[in-house]
Structure formats: structure tokens, C-alpha cells
């Protein structure tokens, strides 16, 4: 019996590679139509996948402003950490997918 990898490592000639939890890249891949288990972004697609992305990470951060004053006081209160948002983890993919769309490289995963 196969398991899934559980992580799922990011590649472009125009940036290091990003290693990501599965559970986290998921949504971001799921978020471009994407499947998880391997896939490119072609540097034609590279420009609607990044406004995607930067949309949905501007929509997070207005979110975790908005509940910003709750979290920090639950976790004041708990001692454990603030959690950490989509926009945080999507950053490093992000920023890969800038520099291969700059470079005309495609990003690949799970080859």
C-alpha cells in the first residue's frame, strides 16, 4: 500500500525549490485548479495564477486583521503562538512563481 508524500516540493530553474506540508499546499493548488500529486504552471498560466494568489492572500490578511484582537488575546492568555495564516504560507510559492514568470520558467511539482 502507497501512502501520500507528505510533502510536496515546489521547482523552478529561476528560484531554490519551496518544500511545503501537503495539507498546506492543497488549498493553494486547489485554489489554482491545480491537482497535488504533480502538475506545472506553464509561464503562460504563471501571470492568472499569481493574481489569483494574490488575492486570495490580500483576503486572508484582511481577515486576520479582523480578527487580530481575538487571537492575540487567546493567545496571550493560552501561551501558545498566533496561528499561522494562508497568506504566510502561500508567500514563498508566491514569490517563486514572481521570479519564474520574470524569467519565462514554469514552476513543477511532483516530478
Known amino acids: 500500500m502507497q501512502t501520500e508524500p507528505l510533502l510536496i516540493t515546489f ?5 531554490a ?5 501537503r495539507k498546506h499546499a492543497e488549498p493553494i ?15 503562460q498560466q504563471l501571470p492568472e495564477a499569481i493574481a489569483k494568489l494574490e488575492a486570495a492572500c490580500a483576503a ?3 481577515r486576520e486583521r479582523q480578527q487580530l484582537a481575538a ?13 499561522v495564516g494562508f497568506h504566510q504560507r502561500a508567500w514563498p510559492l508566491l ?13 513543477v511539482w511532483g516530478v
Open 95 to 107: 514569490q517563486m512563481m514572481k521570479h519564474a514568470l520574470a524569467e519565462h520558467k514554469p514552476v
Open 17 to 21: 525549490d519551496v518544500i511545503m506540508y
Open 29 to 43: 493548488l486547489k485554489l489554482l485548479g491545480k491537482e497535488p500529486d504533480r502538475g506545472i504552471l506553464t509561464p
Open 11 to 15: 521547482r523552478s530553474d529561476a528560484d
Open 71 to 83: 487571537l492575540e488575546a487567546d493567545a496571550d492568555a493560552s501561551g501558545k503562538p498566533m496561528p
Open 60 to 62: 486572508d490578511r484582511e
